[in-house]
């Protein structure tokens, strides 16, 4: 019995982690238990709760002196225990709902069942969770589709010709011949005894020299020649 009833915490641990995973995990009769030696009222029980497929019952219990047996409607209302559909005697019964129905649970022992130890077991369809509609989420300005600018014409201004100034071609050097200026040839005195110099050519008229200037050259040229004489 020990081994049996370790087996059971072990399938009741198992199972619910399995009502974890897919539904929820009900004690029958709560703190009660199943039972017929206190004052159980297991319809009122059953009806504080909605169940749904994947849920799992937990029966816990003397099995010295109780039991659970699964019946049909019929034999539930007149407590026929002749003809069960399941029986279960461990005294820690875990079951889970897979389909959705009615399912009619008592006690097999004499009297429990007129007792009032027995329930009925409702099981629907859970129903699918609804999905939030996303909000719509603003628009990103980054991603948002407005139309890029038409290209605008080119600002690039037409190439305007580099101004090279143009001289005028520079005229030629004159060749105008500017004419000889004939050497100035000194004055020349007429000395007594001594012939008369030739007449000089193209002589400068000498009004147009300073009279000082004038004497100073005839003095030189006096002395000079009575220097070479």
Same mark, same amino acid.
């Given at each position: 019995?020990? *081994?049996?009833?370790?087996?059971?915490?072990?399938?009741?641990?198992?199972?619910?982690?399995?009502?974890? *995973?897919?539904?929820?995990?009900? !004690?029958?009769?709560?703190?009660? +238990?199943?039972?017929? =030696?206190?004052?159980?009222?297991? !319809?009122?029980?059953?009806?504080?709760?909605?169940?749904?497929?994947?849920?799992?019952?937990?029966?816990?219990?003397? #099995?010295?002196?109780?039991?659970?047996? =699964?019946?049909?409607? =019929?034999?539930?209302?007149?407590?026929?225990?002749?003809?069960?559909?399941?029986? #279960?005697?461990?005294?820690?019964?875990?079951?889970?709902?897979? !389909?959705?129905?009615?399912?009619?649970?008592?006690?097999?022992?004499? +009297?429990?069942?007129?007792?009032?130890?027995?329930?009925?077991?409702?099981?629907?369809?859970?129903? %699918?969770? %609804?999905?939030?509609?996303?909000?719509?989420? &603003?628009?990103? %300005?980054?991603?948002?589709?407005? $139309?890029?600018?038409?290209?605008?014409?080119?600002?690039?201004?037409?190439?305007?010709?580099?101004?090279? &100034?143009?001289?005028? $071609?520079?005229?030629?050097?004159?060749?105008?011949?500017?004419?000889?200026?004939?050497?100035?040839?000194?004055?020349?005195?007429?000395?007594?005894?001594?012939?008369?110099?030739? /007449?000089?050519?193209?002589?400068? /008229?000498?009004?147009?020299? $300073?009279? !000082?200037?004038?004497?100073?050259?005839?003095?030189?040229?006096?002395?000079?020649?009575?220097?070479?004489?």
């Amino acid at each position: 019995m020990a *081994c049996l009833a370790t087996g059971a915490m072990i399938l009741l641990s198992f199972m619910s982690a399995v009502g974890v *995973c897919f539904g929820a995990v009900y !004690k029958v009769g709560d703190s009660n +238990g199943w039972t017929n =030696e206190t004052n159980v009222d297991y !319809k009122v029980w059953s009806s504080n709760s909605t169940f749904f497929v994947g849920d799992t019952f937990f029966f816990q219990y003397d #099995y010295k002196s109780n039991d659970v047996m =699964e019946v049909s409607r =019929e034999d539930f209302e007149s407590c026929n225990v002749r003809s069960p559909l399941n029986l #279960y005697t461990s005294g820690r019964d875990s079951i889970t709902m897979w !389909k959705p129905g009615h399912f009619y649970y008592l006690c097999s022992f004499p +009297g429990h069942c007129q007792a009032g130890q027995k329930v009925d077991i409702r099981v629907l369809i859970q129903p %699918p969770n %609804p999905t939030p509609s996303p909000s719509p989420s &603003p628009s990103d %300005p980054r991603t948002s589709s407005t $139309p890029s600018p038409s290209p605008s014409p080119s600002s690039t201004l037409p190439s305007t010709p580099s101004y090279q &100034p143009t001289h005028p $071609p520079s005229p030629s050097p004159s060749t105008t011949t500017i004419p000889a200026t004939p050497d100035a040839q000194p004055p020349h005195f007429s000395l007594p005894g001594a012939e008369a110099p030739a /007449p000089l050519k193209n002589t400068a /008229p000498t009004s147009f020299l $300073p009279s !000082k200037v004038l004497l100073g050259l005839h003095l030189m040229m006096a002395l000079g020649f009575l220097a070479y004489y």
